[in-house]
């Protein structure tokens, strides 16, 4: 387990810590999509991989990806402030969090059916990482194949790679939302809300660890590593490192140096813009039109209550 700020930046940065790769598969289903996208590809495929889903976040513009993430939260707050039961009470996460962000990226990315897309790219973040059992696997076969029969024509591999746009971007992005709400309903209005962001991505992480393993051998701390030896690295204890972060267990926005949320070198987040832009224009809105809706859990994902001012 690697906690140290400079150590996750240095294994990062290292060529000889690879990220555990996924086997080869038949089209179509959960494990061709792992196997076909950058984000577990080993290093002789994972620069033209990443190259296909860096063209297509060079065609969304993050500042406009923002307004329209701004307009389809205030639509959504509007339809729950008209509805007749009640309605000033809405969930942060299921209704906003975990939709927004997905409905703007798929729209822009040119899927058939933007809103049914929300809840597959879901089915397919939630068995994406190693260690899910069968029943989220076989639902997300199901979520992939629907998603593939969303995608606009393309090789098979372009599509894979745009479609782990929206799985990478999925929990991570709805992560920051919830959080965000959670620090930062109350906030003073003169803290700006890509401040906001910024901090609780140091000190809430929604991402909290990435692993590596040791394809040669090497040293860490003086430690030897050897061949094959799995690394968890830990972002949320790094972003709390005190040699980089003074008093690391306090919100403090506007600090000197960046959380390692992100990560950082040749597979560090392509989309950290766009989320960053999605994010503010969804909690942009809320701070500005709800209050805090009681009690904030501390555990995501907990559906978390806003209601409108
Ligand atoms: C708050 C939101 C997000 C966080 C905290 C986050 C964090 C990360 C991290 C830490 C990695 C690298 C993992 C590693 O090195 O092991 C990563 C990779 C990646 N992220 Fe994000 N991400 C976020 C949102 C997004 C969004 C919105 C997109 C796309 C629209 C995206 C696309 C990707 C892709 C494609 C990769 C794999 C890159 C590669 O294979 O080289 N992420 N993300």
């Known amino acids: 387990m690697v906690t140290r700020y400079a150590d996750v930046v240095s294994l990062l940065t290292d060529p000889r810590c690879v990220v555990p790769p996924a086997e080869e598969a038949p089209e179509g289903g959960l494990a061709w999509l792992r196997a076909s996208v950058s984000r577990f590809s080993p290093p002789d495929r994972h620069a033209a991989r990443r190259a296909v889903g860096v063209a297509a976040l060079d065609t969304l513009d993050p500042r406009e990806l923002r307004v329209i993430a701004e307009r389809l939260t205030g639509r959504i707050l509007d339809r729950a ?19 927004v962000p997905l409905v703007v990226l798929a729209e822009r990315l040119g899927l058939a059916d933007p809103a049914a897309a929300v809840a597959e790219v879901t089915a397919v973040a939630a068995a994406y990482h190693p260690g899910a059992g069968p029943a989220a696997v076989r639902r997300a076969d199901r979520a992939v194949a629907a998603l593939l029969a969303m995608s606009p024509p393309a090789p098979a591999e372009v599509t894979a790679n745009r479609l ?27 803290l700006e809300t890509d401040a906001l962001l910024a901090e609780v991505l140091r000190l809430d992480p929604p991402v909290r660890v990435t692993r590596r393993v040791a394809a040669d051998p090497l040293t860490l701390d003086g430690q030897p590593v050897r061949v094959g030896e799995r690394l968890l690295l830990r972002f949320d204890a790094a972003n709390r490192d005190p040699a980089v972060f003074p008093e690391p267990d306090r919100f403090r926005a506007g600090r000197a140096n960046a959380a ?19 994010a503010a224009g969804v909690v942009g809105v809320l701070r500005r039109r709800c209050r805090p809706g009681g009690p904030t859990p501390d555990v995501p994902p907990t559906p978390l209550e806003v209601i409108l001012r």
């Open 81 to 99: 402030a008209s509805a007749d039961n009640g309605g000033d009470r809405v969930d942060v996460t299921g209704d906003l969090a975990r939709r």
């Open 164 to 190: 782990g746009l929206l799985v990478q971007a999925a929990d991570a992005t709805a992560g920051l939302i919830v959080a965000a709400v959670r620090h930062g309903l109350d906030a003073p209005d003169g």
């Open 260 to 278: 390692l949320t992100f990560g950082a070198g040749p597979r560090g987040c392509p989309g950290q813009r766009h989320a960053l832009a999605l």
